[in-house]
């Protein structure tokens, strides 16, 4: 059974509570082009330590291309993406994505991307090793360092597994979960990079009501459980609704629109661009 993650009292949850609002990423002026196309233009966006914000717009607005210039996949035509974490703040528009994953940006994509002939535990314990605690020798010579790190491995692998419910299908392929099932394997292979910020794209696709019903209690719990500040792309507006604080609208690969569900769904932009029609101010 999983354990809950240790909750931080005395000093240390005064710091916590001192921190909350700090701002943990900050995306100034971004673009990025194509050619002779722009896929995003001027994008800027913040998110706090410990908020849910949701980035939403129709097809092909944008969004998926946001969460791949903050990943890495594609550094910036123009504009500034700083992180921040453990008081360290860097410019990480360009980075390789694998530094960008180890500075503690995790993500899940739209479309599913598991190591499906693999098992559902190997697929969480792959996603450990940016973080492990021995070098090529221990690796290479199976030293007692090594050992004792690959039992931890698997035992928070285990934990991770535990908590999106699927210990049970630790031993199964990849391939062979259900849909929903899958999804859950991406977050918690994505929770394995230990993040501070997490993406999360689509999460709540193909899934049935029950599924996203229960999608939105877990990412609400994920978000306390580990500390996270979640950045979430999502077309069911059930979901955006009832778990994002804030939201940035995208039509187009422009910010249209930006502040509280309620603010947003009364936004006359957005009400046209999801619409097609324009609206009355």
Same mark, same amino acid.
């Given at each position: ?64 291309? *946001? ?6 996949v594609y550094p910036p035509s123009h504009g500034a993406i700083e992180f921040t974490r453990d008081d360290r703040t860097r410019d990480i528009g360009g980075m390789a994505p694998h530094r960008i994953c180890a500075a503690g940006i995790g993500r899940t994509f739209q479309n599913i991307r598991l190591f499906k ?6 697929? *969480? ?114 979901? *955006? ?7 940035? *609208? ?32």
């Open positions: 059974m999983a354990h809950p993650a240790p909750q931080a009292s005395g000093p240390a949850a005064s710091e916590q509570a001192d921190r909350a609002g700090e701002t943990l990423l900050s995306v100034d002026k971004v673009t990025r082009n194509f050619g002779g196309l722009s896929a995003v233009s001027n994008v800027s966006l913040q998110i706090r330590r410990g908020e849910l914000v949701g980035l939403i717009g129709p097809n092909g607005a944008g969004k998926t291309t *946001v969460f791949n210039l903050l990943t890495g002939d693999l098992s559902v535990l190997d697929n *969480v314990k792959i996603a450990m090793q940016a973080n492990v605690p021995y070098g090529l020798f221990a690796a290479m010579f199976h030293t007692p360092k090594f050992h004792k790190a690959e039992v931890e491995i698997v035992d928070r692998s285990m934990e991770l597994l535990g908590i999106m419910n699927l210990a049970d299908k630790a031993g199964a392929q990849a391939r062979n979960l259900s849909y929903g099932d899958q999804r859950h394997l991406e977050i918690a292979r994505a929770l394995a990079t230990e993040p501070t910020l997490l993406l999360l794209d689509e999460p709540a696709a193909g899934m049935n009501p029950a599924e996203t019903s229960q999608l939105t209690d877990l990412i609400t719990s994920l978000r306390e459980r580990f500390k996270l500040s979640i950045l979430l792309i999502e077309h069911d507006m059930s979901l *955006v609704m009832r778990i994002c604080e804030r939201l940035y *609208v995208l039509d187009h690969g422009v910010v249209i629109a930006s502040g509280s569900p309620d603010e947003v769904r009364r936004h006359p932009k957005v009400i046209e661009a999801y619409l097609g029609e324009e609206a009355d101010v």
